[in-house]
């Protein structure tokens, strides 16, 4: 099932290694993102995502899919970022027509 490893007297805990089926076209996603998002390694950021996703369990799939929309609207300049104050005016204006 899975390789433990952990030296003696390590502070780290101890680390599992497991098997994980892909499609091609995801893993050149995944491969894309780690080096683009600045992690050390393709390990590290499956661990954090993996992580994150146990620590923010409310947050829905639907709300991934649009994190990844808008990412890639963003990058593809189908999109543009908006500044704090642009999105607090926004919230105002949308107040403001009920």
Do not use: C
């Not at 780290?12 to 080096?35: C, G, H, K, M, Y």
């Not at 300049?77 to 607090?88: M, N, Q, T, W, Y």
């Amino acid at each position: 099932m899975s390789n433990a490893s952990a030296a003696a007297g390590d502070d780290e805990p101890e680390t599992v290694q497991i098997n994980l089926r892909l499609s091609e076209a995801f893993l050149e996603d995944i491969d894309a993102t780690w080096t683009e998002e600045g992690f050390n390694s393709r390990s590290e950021f499956l661990r954090y995502a993996a992580r994150d996703a146990v620590k923010h369990p409310a947050f829905s799939r639907e709300g991934w899919k649009q994190i990844a929309a808008s990412e890639h609207e963003l990058r593809s300049g189908e999109a543009e970022l908006v500044s704090r104050d642009e999105v607090r005016a926004m919230m105002d204006r949308d107040d403001d027509a009920e």
